[in-house]
């Protein structure tokens, strides 16, 4: 949905909710300030138009009462009808709710898609480390104590195929977000973004540029999932998850100007999304039985 304001006496727009809400953030407009969207009849403030409620709280302190006279409303019969965002299908017309406006963020089915590329590298990786190298840690057996446990699984990380596996592991995972960089530029998707239903595009809904799309992979690596590491993947992914939540938008995705489609998730993909968690661990077991 995009909205119009009166600023300083002219009509400007049209903007996004997120344009609003840096404008209110900036000073630029207030909670006072006229806005007009469609299926309003007449100019009203930010602070009485529902759709802009996610938004309103996002204000410096209130400017003087005083205002000009708003400018003519936009004539309905040349108003084109706008898109969210050019390429999605445009909302039922009816009641204006907030959720029109702002697209559900869906942190977890993000997380999860995330994991799920990491869990097939690592099992890409290790099938292809381990099965040639003597390095194996198994399970605790039937009658290991704990202790004995963490004797043999740290006897077991002292040796060279240890290390070896590790800087593969290390080198595998900046490769793969040099591909998953080249597969959002080309596919707009990874095999675990592709298996939730997600799709990453530019703001106009065109496909995202080689060089963002690979900043983008790496932003996310770094301050994302923290390289993967303790502690610095749980501040990550906490950090992440509150401005996901709170804005809409995660930190790479407003810096580079792309945003993520989420349809919601039917039980067909969820049952498929678990059956290919579960095919994944079943390729790990094999080689630690």
């Known amino acids: 949905m995009d909205f119009y304001l009166s600023l300083g006496g002219e009509k400007a727009g049209p903007f996004s909710i997120f344009k609003v809400g840096e404008l209110l953030e900036s000073g630029e407009a207030t909670p006072d300030t006229l806005a007009w969207h469609r299926g309003l009849d007449e100019w009203r403030p930010i602070h ?9 709280e996002r204000s410096l302190p209130p400017s003087p009462p005083e205002r000009p006279s708003p400018p003519p409303l936009p004539d309905p019969a ?23 406006a702002v697209a559900p963020s869906r942190p977890f089915v993000r997380f999860w898609a995330r994991m799920f590329d990491f869990t097939l590298v690592y099992t890409l990786v290790s099938g292809a480390i381990l099965q040639s ?14 202790a004995e446990f963490f ?6 990380l002292s040796k060279p195929e240890a290390m070896l596996f590790a800087r593969t592991f290390l080198l595998s995972l900046v490769g793969w977000h040099a591909l998953e960089g ?11 973004k592709a298996l939730f239903g997600l799709k990453v595009k530019a703001l106009d809904g ?13 932003y996310a690596y770094v301050l994302g999932v923290g390289f993967y590491q303790f502690p ?6 906490v950090f992440s998850f509150f401005r996901l939540t709170s804005t809409g938008q995660c930190l790479w995705d407003q ?15 969820i049952v498929l999304a678990i059956c290919a968690f579960f095919v994944l661990l079943i390729l790990q077991s094999v080689r630690i039985s």
């Open 206 to 218: 065109t496909r995202v540029p080689l060089l963002p799309s690979l900043g983008r992979s790496f």
């Open 151 to 156: 004797a043999r699984y740290f006897e077991e």
């Open 133 to 146: 190298a003597d390095f194996v840690i198994k399970p605790p057996q039937p009658g290991e104590g704990t």
């Open 48 to 56: 009485e138009i529902p759709a802009l409620e996610a938004v309103r």
């Open 182 to 192: 080249i597969l959002v530029h080309l596919f707009g998707a990874t095999p675990g």
């Open 78 to 100: 040349h108003f084109p009808p706008q898109e969210p965002f050019p390429g999605a299908p445009l909302p039922e017309v009816g009641p204006v709710v907030v959720s029109a």
């Open 255 to 269: 810096h580079l100007k792309t945003r993520v489609e989420q349809p919601p998730l039917g039980p067909a993909r």
């Open 232 to 237: 610095f993947i749980l501040i990550g992914m």
